[in-house]
């Protein structure tokens, strides 16, 4: 029996990030209310890559869930929250409505980018929005 074996690329931007240094201020508190920021010490350069190429293999996307030796297995949001020091109790943000001047102000002031700019963007993703991708 023949098997399809894809390659497996592991990237990591953990890296690049580095070279952006520490966000501003405003931008920590942000992150820090949304309680993600055990998440920015997540990398690949920590993570064993045999081990991870391991668990790649005994995947299957049709039960989601890890086929072992000892049986199946499925990664269930406690473990997720537990590994990853995340709080899963409760709400996890709510973000209030922003009119479009305060979202253009917030740019200009936290990503340093022209107020046309700004709104050029802003305007492509119709409304007080801007893609993941520009930032």
């Known amino acids: ?10 990237f990591s931007h953990g890296r690049k990030m580095t ?5 501003a201020p405003k931008i920590e508190g942000l992150v820090a209310a949304s309680r993600l920021s055990p998440l920015i010490a997540c990398s690949l ?3 064993d890559r045999g081990l991870m190429f391991a668990f790649v ?3 299957h996307k049709e039960t989601s869930s890890f086929h ?6 499925t990664i269930t949001l406690d ?5 990853l020091h995340l709080s899963i109790i409760g709400v996890f943000h709510s973000f209030a ?12 002031e936290l990503l340093e980018v022209s107020t046309a700019k700004a709104r050029a963007k802003m305007i492509q993703c119709h409304g007080s929005y801007v893609q ?3 930032l």
Do not use: Q
Not at 19 to 23: A, E, I, M, T
């Open 68 to 73: 072992l030796p000892v049986g199946e297995v």
């Open 45 to 47: 350069d920590t993570i």
């Open 97 to 108: 409505l922003l009119h479009i001047d305060d979202v253009v102000y917030m740019l200009v």
């Open 1 to 10: 029996m023949e098997r399809n074996v894809i390659e497996l690329k592991l």
């Open 132 to 134: 993941l991708s520009w």
């Open 57 to 59: 293999e005994r995947w």
């Open 79 to 83: 473990d997720v929250a537990s590994l």
């Open 19 to 23: 070279k952006f240094g520490r966000p």
